[in-house]
């Protein structure tokens, strides 16, 4: 999928909402437990209950993986039955050394058909750039992530870095550009503030996202003076607490640039029979509440 | 696989090779092509050649994916042939928020049956401490990888962390501590020493191990103050280029605690029907230089 189709879907369906089937087999509803492909079945119905209200599907591949065989089938069945017009991303956070993310790109972009993968950036540009050469297909790097963890070692300040310059950028990045990198002092700056600043020079808005927690928002308008065009995807927002506003307020640039997950607060919305139903009312909210933010 | 049971195998065999099969379905001689299970069939008759000779081996789990639903089935049925005595590496390079790494834990030590995976650090404790929770199960995190692209972050200086203390560490590592952090200064050391110190507190050298590659082995020494006691991973060591010997110098310690690997130059030897009887010889070369540097 282009950037362009990709906004247009947001425009259309006045969302920017992104569905993770992180489908866990000892979570799903009782009544689905015995069936035979139980997982994609769940997923089944959760995709015809929320497909109207979000451009972006998410599947946590490792949710796939537990489950050797049987869940590869069914992460193949469910990427296949996703209309087409959705963003369909693997959460895999792949990355390793060149020929083997090649393999990696081969497997979700080829023998699957993701348009999108996470990727860990741990590794540096010849871990990430074979994700990038795969017409109208995406890598999603991380950057700053919303776990206790982001502590260790993506927060650490790092030297001789160029860090965001609060001068040029601004919080709506007027026009796509080969990459948002336009700082340039050396003073210590995080670790993932280096990391988005040297990715965003491999890729452009076209083929890179950034993966961005939504702990801080006030974090969201740093990053975004060092990549104000680059879409993000931004997990864990809750629709009540205020978050989501916030993510709005500080994420959001001319062309939206944000892909808002949730995952356990829909699929997960009822464990009986209702389930979808369920999951739908949720999604409504999450969607009405993104027509309100959306210009 | 326990600690203990593998110091064990390395004094038997005199050996501390892993062979990485790192099957690429179109480099597999052509006589075996056609063969309905050809990944399977390659790896049966390179285990069944060099078993003797190596301690480990390691999946790098990209080059199954790319095949999707059959490439996950030869990895299965790769797996169980490999004799139990061999320490078996999901080279995955996983890591995600805590219940994602949990279910990636499951997927490789509980549906597959490896002794260890590869995790990336960038994400923090949360995202490792799950794949240290498995009984006499492994996890190798990445510390300084051998591509180029490990200029780019594992390569960077971080500020305010504690590096390497030169006068109390030692080449050797007389025990196994609970943990080889050894180190107290505060001075600006490499972001890859501070994923070493940091997660090398969090599990012990019986449960965690670090990738390490090849390219300096003056860098070896410098980690070696770090983490005397915990294996190293080391891959990119050809035989010949006297590599071997510098890795060995320098990153051996008293239990050896070493694991050397070699992919392509094992497992690619040959492209004809003698490709097992090649991947033989280059194996009892690697076995030969390595009985000469163990103690």
Redesign the interface.
């Known amino acids: 999928m282009t950037r362009k189709q990709l906004i247009e879907q947001i425009k259309q369906k006045r969302s920017y909402l992104c569905v993770g089937l992180?489908t866990?087999i000892t979570k799903i509803p009782r009544h689905l437990q015995a069936h035979p492909d139980a997982v994609f079945e769940f997923n089944r119905q959760i995709i015809d209950a929320t497909k109207d209200l979000c451009v972006s599907y998410k599947l946590?591949t490792?949710?796939y993986?537990?489950?050797?065989?049987k869940g590869?089938?069914a992460m193949?069945r469910t990427v296949n039955y996703i209309p087409q017009e959705h963003f369909i991303i693997a959460?895999a956070?792949?990355?390793?050394?060149?020929n083997?993310?090649s393999?990696?790109a081969?497997?979700f972009f080829e023998?699957?058909n993701f348009d999108a993968i996470t990727v860990?950036?741990?590794?540096?540009?010849?871990?990430?750039k074979p994700f990038l050469e795969f017409e109208n297909k995406w890598a999603i790097v991380?950057g700053l992530?919303s776990?206790?963890?982001?502590?260790?070692?993506?927060q650490?300040?790092?030297?001789?870095?160029a860090t965001n310059n609060s001068d040029e950028a601004t919080n709506n990045g007027d026009e796509a550009t080969n990459n948002g990198n336009k700082a340039g002092n050396t003073e210590?700056g995080y670790?993932y503030e280096?990391?988005l600043e040297?990715v965003s020079a491999w890729g452009n808005p076209g083929n890179l996202m950034f993966v961005v927690g939504a702990t801080k928002a006030s974090d969201l308008a740093g990053i975004r003076k060092i990549i104000p065009d680059h879409f993000l995807l931004v997990p864990g927002v809750g629709f009540q607490g205020g978050s989501l506003k916030e993510v709005s307020q500080y994420g959001m640039n001319a062309d939206c640039g944000l892909l808002v997950n949730a995952s356990r607060a829909i699929i997960y919305a009822s464990e009986k029979e209702d389930f979808a139903a369920e999951a739908r009312a949720i999604a409504q909210q999450y969607q009405a509440e993104m027509a309100g933010y959306l210009h």
Chains 1, 2 share one sequence.
């Open positions: 992180d866990d946590n490792a949710f993986e537990a489950m050797g065989l590869w089938e193949e959460d956070k792949r990355g390793d050394i060149g083997t993310s393999q990696y081969r497997a023998t699957l860990a950036p741990y590794m540096g540009e010849d871990s990430v991380l992530t776990n206790p963890g982001s502590k260790d070692f993506e650490l300040k790092v030297v001789g870095q210590a670790l280096s990391v040297k």
